[in-house]
């Protein structure tokens, strides 16, 4: 279903078009890469007075309050590059086991800004002032740094065809968790 | 000695070739050098985003230099080093970029213009508002274009 949504996208001539544009396509993948400054920079930063180690004279509200607005706008920027450049090249993704890995450390940050801002912001105001934040709050930022190091990282390993299922041979997990579709050996004879 | 020669020299050292002949030790260089834009992003962005009156304006501009040196300064070692890792590896190709030669010159200009002249600017305590403004765009104006460059190496 979602290949077949993919491969429909793929053979747009608008998805063509930025595919196999000379300087498009560059020129999104820089502002991906470069926005990463304003997103990561900020976020981790926030992670960092959550953790208490950076900012100890700083209210976490600071953070939460007035650097979070630009962390948002950085994201939807990111968003906005990436889902172009996903557009130009949907199948290669598909099939992309960093990708998938991508996506899923999206999801597992999602839940936990979902869950820090759901339970654990609800009481910033008790610890608003306070060096060392409570341990939830500790706990967020070690998840979010980690899972914003694994997209940055399977993010940049996008690129490489280590795992492309043309280049076979590659192991089952991999061909499993890539999505390879693989003829079936040949019993011998 | 010139600089072609210099080049062809730095691929033909141990660590040139040690990464150069590595699948996954580029990538994975590459990866960290990224991980250093982003904590520079932050060391960088926070300290000119409040010269320019936004983002942490309920802390002195003084407080977030001072706090954030240490921050900037590893992201900055963490990014020399890993860039003359990648550079050792393929300094040939990076001659003949225009990018890189772009990088090279104004990195250093960055540097000196954060640790001189933007540090000074934010911890001082009769900084006028225009000189404020100033001084944080010609820094956003460096290190964009020094990570613009940076990137457009690899496509050149």
Redesign the interface.
């Known amino acids: 279903m979602l290949l077949s949504w993919a491969q429909a996208v793929g053979d747009l001539p608008t998805s063509i078009a930025l595919r196999e544009s000379l300087y498009v396509w ?1 020129l999104l ?2 502002a991906h ?2 926005t ?7 976020a ?2 926030l992670d ?1 007075r959550l953790l208490g180690v ?2 100890k ?3 976490a509200t ?2 939460t309050e ?2 979070l607005p ?1 962390t948002r706008v950085a994201f939807a920027l990111m968003t906005l590059t990436g889902g172009l450049l996903l557009y130009a090249n949907p199948v290669r993704y598909y099939f992309n086991l960093f990708f998938r890995l991508k996506l899923l450390l999206l999801v597992l940050a999602g839940l936990n800004i979902w869950w820090f801002h759901s339970r654990t912001n609800r009481s910033i105001g008790e610890w608003n002032t306070a060096a060392r934040p409570p341990r939830a709050a500790r706990m967020a930022a070690i998840v979010s740094l980690a899972a ?2 694994g997209v ?2 399977t993010g ?2 996008v ?2 065809n ?1 795992f492309d299922c043309d280049l076979q041979p590659h192991s089952a997990f991999v061909n499993w968790a890539a999505g390879c579709i693989v003829p079936p050996v040949e019993p011998p004879q | 000695m010139d600089l072609l020669a210099f080049a062809e020299w730095c691929e033909s050292t141990g660590l040139g070739l040690v990464v150069r002949e590595s ?2 030790l580029f ?1 994975v260089i ?2 960290v050098h ?2 250093g ?10 300290v000119d ?1 409040r010269l320019l009156g ?6 002195p501009a003084a ?2 230099a001072r ?2 040196r240490p ?1 900037l300064t590893a992201a900055v070692v963490v990014m020399t080093a890993t860039g003359v890792l990648l550079f050792l590896s393929e300094a040939v190709k990076c001659y003949y970029s225009q990018a890189f030669w772009v990088k090279i010159v104004t990195f250093p200009i960055a540097i000196a213009f954060t640790y001189a002249v933007r540090q000074r600017v934010a911890e001082a305590e009769d900084t006028t508002r225009g000189t404020a403004v100033l001084t944080a765009v010609a820094s956003l104006t460096l ?2 274009v020094v ?2 460059a940076g ?2 190496i690899g ?1 050149s």
């Open positions: 560059p993948e820089s890469v470069l990463l400054m304003l997103f990561a920079g900020t981790a930063m960092l950076t900012f004279g700083v209210p600071e953070f007035r650097l630009w914003w190091t940055i990282v940049r390993m690129a490489y280590w | 699948v996954w990538p590459e990866a990224l991980l834009l982003s904590l520079l992003g932050g060391a960088v962005l926070l985003l936004a983002g942490l304006v309920g802390t407080l977030l706090q954030l921050w290190w964009f990570a613009a990137r457009w496509f």
